[in-house]
């Protein structure tokens, strides 16, 4: 995740902003270095359809998209490539492409992530899939980098629309380059 000084994980604004503006080169090398690792990337529906997702680069690598309702269009490559999976609760619609179901209403994501054939699931956002993972207790590490900007505007925290929680992670490495802080928080224990 990428968040400004003030807290904000877009510029644009909530409704029509995206990630990218408070990035820079070296925070999307970490990004990519991170994600070819993953046997899968887990990411929110709206970031999917705001940065433009397309299929994943890395051999065996797949997309799990979380979904409520699966508005997609299912002709882009990112569906056509056969490398992406939607978590949808139980009574979404039907859907034209693999998809893991959980939960009646809303999604159950502790249980549609158990159903993931995967070691290592990255999770790209955005703050409101972060809210529901934190709120499930799922978030076993954290790569933040925190952008010299301040945006001000009504973006979302990281971990937008969780419960009030708290949990204590462990700072495990932390570097700077030109203003910008990445750093890397693990669970206790």
Not at 55 to 61: E, L, S, T
Not at 84 to 111: C, K, M, N, Q, T
Not at 116 to 128: C, I, N, P, W, Y
């Amino acid at each position: 995740m990428v968040a400004s000084l003030d807290g904000s994980t877009v510029v644009g604004g909530e409704a029509e902003g995206n990630s990218r503006s408070l990035s820079n080169p070296i925070d999307q090398q970490l990004l990519l270095t991170l994600r070819s690792l993953a046997d899968t990337l887990l990411v929110g529906a709206t970031t999917v359809r705001r940065e433009g997702y397309g299929p994943p680069r890395v051999p065996g690598q797949r997309l799990a998209v979380v979904s409520r309702a699966a508005r997609f269009d299912f002709d882009l490559p990112l569906w056509t490539s056969g490398r992406a999976v939607l978590l949808l609760p139980e009574d979404a619609p039907a859907v034209p492409v693999p998809s893991i179901r959980a939960g009646r209403g809303d999604l159950d994501l502790v249980a549609a992530v158990a159903q993931l054939d995967a070691d290592f699931v990255q999770a790209e956002g955005g703050a409101s899939l972060n809210g529901l993972l934190a709120a499930g207790d799922l978030i076993d590490e954290l790569n933040l980098s925190l952008s010299p900007l301040m945006v001000g505007g009504d973006g979302s925290r990281v971990t937008a629309h969780a419960p009030e929680l708290v949990r204590r992670m462990r700072l495990a490495h932390v570097l700077e380059h030109d203003d910008f802080l990445f750093t890397r928080y693990v669970r206790y224990g």
